[in-house]
């Protein structure tokens, strides 16, 4: 015997799920790089020189590329880590479906003759231009010159 209605619940659920999926896909343009950027910070400087770090994620389908970095601060340049070999470089990948990590031993933002004293607790304001994304603001924490992030980049 056929219950009336448990056909139009089992379609329900099966559209439920369908449009569940759907939207775990964001917007379905894929073809785009999307950025975000997380565990900014700056270890407190103990010269007119600092180092920053931070994440750049990219989940959309298309790589894109840091080009430049400004800050309020002073002039900053990017510096690729290989080896024990650091260098500064005009640009990083950031790979579709990927992550571009600065981080303590390795890539890292250079920022030189800082305009003012920094000091823990303060924010700096970065600028990270793209590609093809352009301008993300990010502010960036002052820490204790030793911190070290708990989970990593």
Do not use: W
Not at 48 to 69: H, I, P, Q
Not at 103 to 123: A, I, P
């Amino acid at each position: 015997m056929r219950r009336p209605g448990r056909s139009s619940a089992v379609l329900a659920c099966a559209l439920a799920g369908a449009y569940a999926l759907t939207a775990c896909g964001g917007s379905g343009d894929d073809s785009k790089a999307a950025l975000s950027v997380s565990s900014a910070y700056m270890p407190q400087p103990v010269s007119e020189m600092a180092a920053g770090f931070l994440t750049v994620a990219n989940k959309g389908g298309t790589a894109d590329r840091l080009t430049s970095v400004t800050s309020d601060v002073g002039p900053v340049s990017v510096h690729e880590t290989v080896g024990q070999s650091m260098r500064e470089v005009k640009d990083l990948d950031v790979p579709a479906h990927g992550r571009l990590v600065f981080e303590s031993g390795g890539n890292h933002l250079m920022f030189d003759k800082l305009k003012r004293t920094v000091r823990q607790g303060d924010t700096i304001d970065v600028e990270l231009h793209f590609a093809t994304s352009g301008a993300v603001k990010v502010e960036m924490p002052v820490k204790p010159a030793t911190y070290r992030p708990a989970t990593g980049h």
